[in-house]
């Protein structure tokens, strides 16, 4: 599976960079124009110039899809192990504890039930800022414990997809979450429940090619760059240059794979919607 | 005897084949002490060969699982099926031959055949892709299975693929949709599924097909998230000969690793000197293994096989809890 990680990053970021750079002033990384940092952030991290659309973590984006208060985080006690001792040119064992120091986060999930717009719902964000919301044992435990308990308890399910992929440094095990969350999915289905997929900037590798591409209702932010292989890989393997819009979200629009394309200030008006107009 | 394509830990082995032949070459067949010396030679050539296969590297073992002389999906139907009828085509986009579907008998079981074929010649390897499907060879597979479920026959699997195709047809039509509806639909099919990896087993290209109820790998397969290579080129910043070493170890992707992870329940065992040298053999242990597992399956009601499939792929994944859980499954 093409994972993406800080390598590979620079090719893979739309226009800029990841986090926004400190300071009372930045520069637009789409438009170039200079914004005051705070308006941004009121603007739910969306240049008020060009409407680009900042990478923001997973404790954001409940705060902004969620009612206030309502977010009750559920399945937050789990942490990696290191079940093959991987070392490259660090240990997992070492990459883990700097990310969790650095991010205050155990992994690259947070789960939990909300409501939003007065719905119960179950929320379930992957968090780009831990090790590329890379998908390992403990984000693909989390993410199904998410869908058995939105079909156990009949509540929509809403799971927002940032990643870089599956975790390499849990290899097979990693492989198999993709396996896991699909077979939830499945049972989910069975039972009627209703599953909306967000995708957000980027998705792709194993976890584009397991739960996120099986919404019942796929929405996608815009311009997010969404995927099974990553662009550098396709380009070393075709030997071509890529299309302009490639693999972005109004591309996955236009090639049927996706239902919508929403900006992030209707994203949880449309959460409503759907949820209402699927009867649940 | 002399393989053409040499793997660098074989060369010890190809020089005694050398001396073999020169000696048979120009010796006397009547001769005692010749015989006894082609003898000895043969005899050591065998001890070598056991013991190189038995202590391969991880990486070793990934170039014999790409040796060119591995047999493949369509040299394993020709060794265990005479009457295989292949049926091509995914009804709405096109035949991707880098997946083989088709009816066979397996014993005297009869199956849903489907696997990766990377291709013999360099035509057939272009045709293919190098065993790299594209959405169209997912959706064709799950075609066949369902149909397989329709009338009641079991389905066998057989992986061997770099990966998925990374291009921009395979995005448009979207590939990670085809990969993901496989693993979702084949957790639910009420037919029994057996997979064997039979030579690479590379990622959800992989994974595919191989939402099994069983899944065994040959001896010197491999089956990971990444390749070595990829992996190299990504967390050691440069894929060369030591760092795709690092990385193939790093992984725990050979067939022993995989079942001490829980991933593959079972390892088939290879002829000496790998499938390569005699997939005749290789072929009979695959079908002794999927026989056995199809008539253990298929004494289980096939309504009740998802749930035990879903209670396999479930328990996978290693995590620690840190306190009592807040909330969970228990509620």
Request: aromatic share 6%; hydrophobic share 40%.
């Amino acid at each position: 599976m093409t994972q993406i990680t800080s390598k590979t990053w620079s090719e893979l970021k739309p226009v800029g960079s990841t986090r926004v750079p400190e300071g009372l002033w930045l520069r637009c990384p789409a438009c170039g124009a200079m914004i005051y940092r705070k308006q941004m952030e009121a603007n739910q991290h969306v240049c008020p110039e060009c409407e680009h659309h900042y990478r923001i973590g997973a404790r954001e984006r409940i705060r902004q899809l969620a009612d206030d208060g309502s977010f009750e985080p559920m399945f937050d006690d789990l942490v990696s192990g290191d079940p093959l001792k991987f070392t490259d040119l660090k240990g997992y064992k070492e990459r883990l504890a700097a990310e969790q120091k650095r991010t205050g986060e155990r992994d690259g999930v947070q789960a939990g039930r909300v409501f939003v717009k007065g719905r119960p719902a179950m929320l379930c964000c992957l968090d780009l800022t831990f090790m590329m919301g890379s998908m390992g044992s403990v984000v693909g435990e989390v993410v199904t414990r998410s869908i058995e308990y939105a079909t156990a308890h009949d509540l929509p399910l809403v799971v927002v997809s940032c990643s870089g992929g599956a975790r390499m440094q849990e290899s097979g095990l990693s492989l198999m979450q993709m396996a896991k969350t699909s077979a939830a999915l499945a049972r989910h289905d069975d039972a009627g429940g209703l599953f909306i997929s967000v995708l957000t900037d980027p998705t792709t590798g194993g976890v584009s090619a397991s739960f996120a591409m099986l919404g019942d209702i796929i929405v996608a932010e815009p311009k997010a760059l969404i995927g099974f292989a990553g662009p550098r890989v396709i380009k070393q393997t075709i030997r071509q240059e890529l299309p302009e819009g490639f693999q972005r979200s109004e591309f996955l629009l236009q090639s049927g794979l996706i239902d919508r394309v929403v900006h992030r200030h209707e994203l949880r008006n449309e959460i409503a919607r759907i949820i209402d107009y699927a009867n649940k | 005897m002399a393989i053409p394509y040499t793997l660098e830990f074989e060369k010890p082995l190809v020089e005694i084949e050398a001396q073999i032949e020169a000696l048979e070459a120009e010796g006397d067949d009547k001769d005692a002490g010749f015989r006894k010396e082609v003898a000895r030679l043969r005899k050591s050539h065998q001890t070598l060969l056991k013991k190189i296969y038995a202590g391969l590297t991880p990486w070793e073992t990934v170039r014999v699982a790409r040796h060119p002389k591995r047999p493949q999906f369509r040299d394993y139907i020709k060794l265990l099926c005479k009457d295989f009828c292949e049926l091509h085509g995914d009804r709405r986009f096109s035949d991707d031959p880098a997946i083989v579907t088709g009816f066979g008998r397996v014993g005297a079981i009869k199956c849903m055949l489907i696997g990766h074929h990377k291709g013999r010649d360099t035509n057939e390897k272009l045709a293919c892709h190098f065993g790299c499907a594209h959405p169209e060879g997912y959706r064709k597979a799950l075609l066949k299975m369902k149909m397989a479920e329709k009338f009641g026959l079991p389905i066998v699997t057989f992986v061997d693929t770099p990966g998925a195709f990374p291009g921009i047809g395979a995005e448009q039509r979207g590939q990670a949709e085809a990969i993901a509806v496989n693993l979702l639909e084949m957790s639910r099919i009420e037919t029994p599924i057996v997979s064997v990896v039979v030579g690479e087993g590379g990622s959800g290209g992989a994974l595919g097909i191989a939402v099994a109820d069983r899944v065994a790998m040959l001896e010197h397969a491999w089956y990971s998230v990444i390749s070595p290579e990829g992996c190299a080129a990504i967390l050691w910043k440069e894929a060369n000969a030591e760092t795709n070493n690092l990385a193939a170890t790093a992984l725990n992707l050979t067939a022993k690793d995989n079942k001490r992870l829980g991933i593959v329940d079972e390892i088939i065992k290879e002829p000496v000197g790998g499938a390569h040298r005699d997939p005749a053999h290789a072929a009979r242990n695959i079908e002794k293994w999927i026989t056995d597992q199809l008539i253990e399956l298929e004494r289980v009601k096939p309504t009740l096989l998802p749930g035990r499939r879903y209670e396999r792929f479930r328990k996978l994944g290693e995590y620690e809890t840190l306190k009592p859980a807040r909330d969970g499954t228990g509620d």
